[in-house]
């Protein structure tokens, strides 16, 4: 079956340029998750929808990060105003329930020049 | 506040070498720890999943054991081969909040 999709997989955008990052997750995961990868590091937690509902943005590091999943499926993630820092790679996961066995994409690599 | 640690940073070891990864984190009240392994440029590919209850998962030639109390996991790769090359992170999750928290990562080459 069809694993989680992001796309674009890869993103160059200039300084105070908007981006949008999508993520399709597997067909039926309630929970959905947002990671933030830095080179040579471990992925940092950013959000988590159930369904529809955000219910954890604790990782988001700024205002100029939004998230959402307007119909409990699709999520983009959108960096507004994007600043160098936000070079990294940004990876989706889902999963059955948030206690389940999490699932990732291939991350969408995002370039901030 | 959750940390996770993986050492050393990298590997390298022989083709047919069994090999142990070792992983440990600060705050034993996990609900879960999930062992992923990750190619260059790619995304995270999940290997094994150990709920708090369980001691120990095998898949194949993978071997994840936990000790909760002590707050370890280790990573067993039997009969090590070049495809095998990649980095391994551990994760954990604590329920409490919605997030995996993950160590740094070990890099493993497998050389021929």
């Known amino acids: 079956g069809a694993g989680v999709s992001q796309s674009p997989r890869y993103k160059v955008a200039k300084r105070g340029q908007d981006v949008a990052l999508r993520c399709d997750p597997i067909?039926?995961?309630?929970?959905l998750f947002w990671y933030q990868q830095a080179l040579g590091q471990g992925p940092e937690f950013l959000t988590y929808f159930q369904n529809e509902a955000q219910l954890d943005k604790s990782g988001l590091p700024s205002d100029r990060f939004f998230a959402e999943r307007p119909e409990g499926s699709v999520s983009t993630l959108k960096i507004q105003r994007t600043q160098q820092e936000d070079s990294a790679v940004y990876l989706c996961?889902?999963?059955?329930?948030?206690?389940?066995?999490?699932?990732f994409g291939p991350g969408t690599r995002l370039t901030v020049l | 506040k959750q940390e996770v640690t993986q050492i050393p940073a990298a590997l390298s070891v022989p083709e047919g070498e069994n090999l142990v990864l070792n992983c440990s984190f600060t705050d034993s009240a996990i609900y879960n720890l999930q062992w992923f392994r990750q190619d260059p440029g790619k995304g995270l590919t999940s290997l094994l999943l150990i709920q708090s209850s369980q001691r120990e998962q095998t898949s194949g030639r993978l071997n994840a054991s936990l000790d909760k109390s002590s707050g370890r996991s280790t990573l067993y790769i039997a009969a090590s081969q070049p495809g095998d090359s990649a980095t391994y992170l551990c994760?954990?999750?604590?329920?409490?909040?919605?997030?995996?928290?993950f160590g740094k990562g070990i890099t493993l080459s497998v050389r021929p």
């Open positions: 067909s039926g995961h309630v929970s």
């Open positions: 996961a889902s999963s059955p329930d948030r206690y389940n066995e999490q699932f």
């Open positions: 994760a954990v999750y604590t329920g409490a909040n919605s997030k995996l928290t």
